[in-house]
């Protein structure tokens, strides 16, 4: 693997790196499930849901801070024996993993469904884990240069949105806030699957340089990733109204699908394929977060074959959901956990750390 100890990942790496990781396959059907869910201006659940992130990223902040920059895995095994720790690391390994994986194969079930209706979608997952493979070869610092290139190559398309406001109606909205909703809690925990990605920032803390404002950065990416949503969640709820959000399967291909330029046809088809940039970022992070968890476990995890194997498992693991049904059904389940874990795991340090330094105070 190429590495080099001296790099350390800058604030505006951080940055892109969290939007990029949070920024996935929930994009598209994020207006519908706010319609449905949350009925009239549905949008303005985002507010809650990046408040609810701003204070998980202030857990982390504390475990950065009390920690003095140290290892999430330093801190816990310094207080708790490795036989113990080991199947907790598995564990969140093989979650993050798996969450991951099922994020690519919903992408190529949708890709196939859009564009190649009678291929096998395990193709176009072979071409995706080949990236994510080669990705993942290459270690943190150089994972967040190429999501730098990606977010480059992809940030264009948001100012395409300015397209729908001649055909924005503020009428739309209406006056009232959440009704014709149902299932607001359930709801309310898969639309908050929109925002997974920042929890794993608490990884980061060996790659940063300490004297950056490493954390101010992750809720920078949070931030900007919430403007984003908020974006293409209000247009859409001005464009359609609220009974066509709640039947469209994907209001954002569907939005894409509107737009005509002489020179291109079905735009859509192009523009849906620069989303790969963002679901392979995404991906490599949820796979990178498990290898790092394994390394504790075994220091091969990081070695070209170990990393092969985990692609190669994540892929066959990836072969048991046939639908999009199938595969939202196991990304809802495991964004529960992760979820969980975002919140559990820095709790958790945050005591290990008071309980250290309760006993370092009573040793002096």
């Not at 994020?30 to 985002?46: M, Q």
């Not at 480059?152 to 009428?171: G, Q």
């Not at 101010?216 to 974006?231: H, K, R, V």
């Not at 498990?290 to 504790?296: I, N, P």
Request: aromatic fraction near 18%.
């Amino acid at each position: 693997m190429i590495k080099n100890e001296n790099e350390k990942l800058s604030p505006f790496h951080i940055t892109v790196l969290v939007y990029m990781t949070q920024s996935g396959i929930v994009m598209f059907t994020l207006p519908r499930s706010l319609a449905d869910f949350y009925g009239t201006n549905g949008w303005l659940f985002l507010f809650i849901c990046f408040v609810i992130s701003t204070f998980n990223i202030y857990l982390i902040s504390l475990v950065y801070r009390l920690g003095k920059g140290r290892s999430i895995f330093e801190i816990l095994e310094s207080s708790i024996p490795k036989a113990v720790l080991y199947p907790v690391y598995f564990g969140m390994a093989s979650v993050w993993s798996i969450f991951g994986c099922m994020i690519g194969k919903k992408y190529v079930l949708m890709f196939q469904m859009i564009a190649f209706p009678t291929t096998n979608p395990m193709v176009f997952k072979v071409g995706v884990d080949i990236l994510l493979y080669l990705l993942l070869l290459k270690g943190i610092y150089n994972i967040s240069k190429a999501a730098t290139l990606f977010f480059w190559m992809t940030i264009w398309m948001y100012p395409l949105l300015l397209v729908f406001l001649p055909n924005f109606e503020w009428v739309r909205l209406t006056p009232f806030i959440f009704k014709g909703g149902h299932d607001m809690i359930k709801g309310g925990a898969e639309i908050y699957a929109a925002f997974l990605g920042y929890e794993l920032s608490i990884l980061f803390f060996p790659y940063v340089d300490k004297k950056k404002k490493a954390m101010l950065a992750i809720y920078a990416g949070n931030a900007f990733l919430t403007l984003i949503y908020f974006s293409l969640a209000i247009v859409c709820f001005g464009f359609f109204s609220l009974g066509q959000l709640k039947k469209l399967l994907f209001p954002l291909i569907d939005l894409l699908a509107l737009i005509h330029f002489p020179f291109v046809e079905r735009l859509e088809n192009l523009l849906f394929g620069f989303f790969l940039f963002l679901i392979l970022i995404t991906v490599v992070m949820y796979i990178w977060a498990g290898l790092e968890a394994v390394t504790r476990i075994t220091p091969k995890a990081k070695s070209p074959l170990f990393i092969f194997i985990t692609v190669l498992v994540t892929f066959c693991i990836a072969i048991i959901p046939k639908t999009i049904d199938q595969v939202n059904a196991w990304i809802t389940n495991l964004g529960y956990v992760v979820t969980g874990i975002g919140f559990g795991l820095p709790i958790i340090l945050i005591i290990v750390l008071l309980i250290q330094g309760k006993g370092r105070e009573s040793h002096a």
